[in-house]
């Protein structure tokens, strides 16, 4: 098994190219020892990144991510997420202690804006940086926001990343998103890198895979991380569904792979409206 490699941010922290999702997670108790022990052995695993926010399940995903860290914080860089509509001066830092408490620790490693409001962009970053001034979070950065969103962010300031949807059937981004946040050195944070497994039925993909003996999720999450400055944060429940997406950072497409993909899914010719699940 070859080590999780890294992506660096704008900060020079290192962090796992390949992370732990967690939307969907948290809110059915029959489910959660399950959950505990596939995010427990993702950080075995090396995937030591995880990603939540107090939108999914209305904390319930943070206080499963709190449960799974216990006596293990400083081996996880946690990245959290603030509601557009909790993003004024006071509600982010209302939002972020809300935050910490569920996940039982004084800091969150990074802590993103969850997409664009009504908050003027200005106001969120001051409140950012008041929570970085206060050892609350690590950095800060944002999430569905697409080249105009980026523009429009007060000067100077540098998000650690811009978190979007991005997969084989959603590749929208590769036009111009991904070239301005290279301009940027702002490495993209890659959800639902198998579109929530709805791709995985697709015939190109199950021939890549059998080509390779891996399944069409290793050859999908494969993909996204052929980027070396992009990272997928996909979810597993499951100790099986974990290890299967470790897997993937073993496996190599090859040029033709990636034609074949191609064809399947085309990439984008003109700038596309940034998707959003």
Excluded at 3 to 16: D, F, Y
Excluded at 85 to 109: E, H, K, P
Excluded at 246 to 267: G, H, K, N, Q, S
């Amino acid at each position: 098994m070859t080590a999780v490699r890294t992506v660096t941010l704008p900060s020079g922290t290192q962090v796992p190219a390949l992370g732990q999702g967690t939307w969907y997670m948290g809110d059915d108790r029959s489910r959660r020892a399950g959950e505990l022990a596939a995010l427990r052995r993702g950080i075995d695993l090396g995937m030591t990144l995880i990603d939540t926010a107090e939108m999914y399940g209305s904390g319930a995903a943070e206080e499963l991510v709190g449960e799974a860290i216990r006596g293990r914080r400083d081996e996880v860089f946690l990245v959290s997420k603030v509601l557009p509509s909790n993003a004024d001066a006071r509600g982010t830092v209302d939002a972020c202690r809300a935050s910490l408490r569920r996940l039982g620790t004084d800091r969150i490693d990074l802590y993103l804006l969850h997409w664009r409001g009504g908050v003027p962009f200005a106001e969120t970053v001051e409140a950012f940086e008041s929570l970085v001034a206060d050892g609350s979070i690590g950095s800060w950065g944002v999430s569905n926001l697409d080249v105009d969103d980026l523009a429009d962010l007060p000067a100077g300031a540098r998000p650690q990343t811009d978190q979007v949807l991005y997969n084989l059937t959603r590749r929208g981004p590769e036009y111009a998103l991904f070239p301005r946040c290279r301009e940027l050195s702002v490495p993209v944070m890659a959800y639902s890198p198998v579109e929530q497994g709805r791709l995985l039925g697709h015939e190109a993909l199950g021939a890549v895979a059998s080509a390779h003996g891996k399944t069409p999720a290793q050859v999908a999450l494969a993909w996204v991380l052929r980027h070396e400055d992009v990272i997928a944060i996909p979810k597993a429940s499951s100790l099986a569904h974990v290890e299967e997406n470790r897997a993937a950072l073993d496996l190599r497409l090859t040029d033709d792979d990636l034609r074949t993909l191609d064809a399947a899914f085309p990439p984008p010719v003109r700038k596309e409206p940034l998707d959003i699940l």
